[in-house]
């Protein structure tokens, strides 16, 4: 994943110095078995030469900094272990420094070295808490870069193993909205509400926009097969979506499976008073004219479709309209056209036994 391998490059232009493992328990009180590479972030280190102090002299927060930039950064580092182990025996001064660190980093507005440290910051303490800030952070990663989504899915998941920490059903249904996977959307704002017990008005609003969602797809796919259910479903989206042109569109073709062409024409007209350029509305117009008999306006209809889209399917349409118009002329024509644009087409096929 693309941030993934960011992170990795972050944590390769760190500054790593070698300590002999007989120094370890002196300054970490670990014993490890092998000389040890330790983080220093190129920053600290820039810092020091500033202010001319001796490069020998890193404090050893900054190493502690490090380690948890490592361990946030790129999951598969080889003294990742040894790096848990150092931060576990010097636990609770570790994590208080680090979050002093991921504070200063939040305020700098470095948001994504806040969440590197976090992350690294949960491979020895998970809790609420921590949970908390690397969401919010998370949040804020997610406006800049639609990347973090899967990034933020990922910690979510982590968290939902936590009893009764509820919210990350919420910020998952927020984050499937955004990525169109609606059934998934419902699915963990219903859990979030019945789990919750959360009805703010943030939460109600997501959940009867999903539901208006599910809603219109239920009915759009019920249209050819069940038009009279796709109404059931369609009609009441009215309501709230009357200047939706495809909401309109999709309400046509149901009444114009139903046969009842002159209300299929109704709520045609209604789409194109909202958005004239779409070509499937024109060209639905000029089938429900032919359905009419009134083929002059279904010619005008269908010629304008097929100059937008040069479809065989709107120009076998537009070749039967000129031949039940007695425009022998013009459908031998289209016929010519028909034939170059698909010849094996099952239409033109059929065709080719009246016109040649």
Not at 8 to 27: A, D, G, M, N
Not at 102 to 111: A, I, L, P
Not at 121 to 145: A, F, G, T, W
Not at 146 to 154: A, G, I, R, T
Request: some cysteine.
């Amino acid at each position: 994943m693309e941030t993934k391998l960011n992170f990795t490059e972050k944590v390769s232009k760190l500054i790593f110095l070698e300590f002999k493992k007989e120094s370890i328990p002196r300054i970490f009180k670990i014993e490890v078995n092998e000389n040890l590479y330790l983080p220093v972030r190129p920053l600290r280190v820039a810092d020091k030469v500033k202010n001319n102090e001796k490069f020998e002299k890193i404090p050893v927060s900054f190493f502690i900094e490090g380690m948890f930039y490592v361990l946030g950064g790129d999951e598969n580092f080889k003294f990742n272990h040894i790096y848990i182990d150092i931060l576990n025996s010097n636990k609770e001064e570790a994590v208080e420094y680090i979050k002093g660190i991921v504070f200063e980093e939040v305020k700098k507005s470095s948001y994504e070295d806040a969440y590197i440290l976090l992350k690294g910051l949960l491979e020895i303490e998970r809790n609420v808490e921590n949970y908390d800030k690397i969401i919010m952070i998370l949040e804020e990663l997610r406006k800049i870069d639609k990347n973090f989504q899967q990034e933020e899915l990922s910690i979510l998941d982590q968290a939902e193993k936590l009893q009764g920490y509820y919210k990350v059903y919420f910020n998952k249904a927020v984050i499937y909205y955004e990525q169109e996977k609606y059934e998934d959307a419902w699915f963990y704002i219903s859990t979030y509400i019945e789990k919750g017990k959360d009805n703010s008005k943030n939460v109600l609003e997501l959940k009867h926009i999903l539901s208006n969602i599910r809603q219109y797809d239920k009915g759009k796919a019920l249209v050819y097969d069940k038009p009279k259910e796709a109404l059931m479903y369609l009609i009441p989206l009215l309501d709230e979506f009357s200047n939706d042109a495809i909401l309109n569109f999709n309400i046509a073709v149901a009444y114009r499976v139903l046969g009842n062409y002159e209300k299929a024409i109704y709520y045609l007209n209604e789409s194109v008073a909202i958005d004239s350029s779409i070509v499937e509305v024109i060209n639905e117009l000029g089938l429900n004219y032919a359905a009419l008999n009134n083929y002059d306006i279904a010619i005008k209809y269908l010629r304008k479709a097929f100059e937008a889209t040069k479809s065989i399917e709107v120009c076998t349409n537009l070749i039967m309209c000129y031949l039940n118009n007695g425009d022998t002329k013009q459908a031998k024509l289209h016929f010519d056209i028909a034939k170059k644009i698909n010849p094996k087409d099952e239409i033109v096929l059929q065709l080719s036994k009246v016109l040649e």
